[in-house]
């Protein structure tokens, strides 16, 4: 009984160890060889770096609050952008807390903008909490409130950010978007020029 039971574990104990190395080390591996290879700076995270320290990557948003900046969507994603903390907030349509926090955000655009609509993804957080994207709408929303802060002509930053729009893949795949790290990182170089 002892000697068949064996027989029978051993095909199946084999066969769990085989398929562990194969799925569990040696795809990964694979994965990562060929990732490393054929997409070296995505492999990595898109990071972006200056004096040879990482400052940021174009994949996970950035919490931008300054005048001088574009300002990103809000971030339920730990204390903010937080990429060991991924999630929504989880509150619903019939939350006080949402509702308020909403409220308070749309009064700060208000502020700068006060004729206009605010655009929904300023004001509303990504199910993720790390999209390091905004709509045209939202980045155009900005402009004159950037423009104003940094002393800037607003022909100038609204051209930028229209340099700036990404169109869907293939014309139909996904959302124009504008990468907020990016936007900002060229806003940065604009500023460093004299105004026209």
Do not use: C, W
């Amino acid at each position: 009984m002892t000697k068949h039971l064996l027989s029978s574990l051993r095909p199946a104990l084999v066969m769990t160890l085989l398929f562990a190395l194969l799925l569990g080390i040696g795809y990964p591996l694979a994965l990562t060889g060929m990732g490393q290879l054929l997409f070296p700076a995505q492999a990595n995270g898109s990071l972006v770096e200056r004096d040879g320290k990482p400052i940021g990557s174009t994949v996970i948003g950035q919490a931008f609050t300054s005048e001088r900046y574009f300002n990103s969507r809000p971030s339920a994603a730990g204390k903010g952008y937080d990429g060991l903390a991924s999630s929504g907030s989880n509150l619903g349509p019939t939350s006080q807390a949402l509702a308020d926090r909403v409220a308070a955000d749309i009064a700060k655009f208000k502020a700068a903008s006060p004729d206009r609509p605010v655009p929904s993804d300023l004001v509303t957080a990504s199910a993720s909490g790390l999209d390091p994207d905004i709509s045209p709408e939202a980045a155009f929303y900005q402009v004159d409130r950037v423009a104003k802060a940094r002393g800037i002509d607003r022909a100038r930053v609204q051209a930028l950010v229209t340099d700036s729009v990404r169109h869907p893949l293939l014309g139909f795949i996904g959302e124009p978007r504008v990468n907020l790290f990016d936007l900002n990182r060229r806003l940065d170089g604009l500023s460093a020029k004299p105004a026209a």
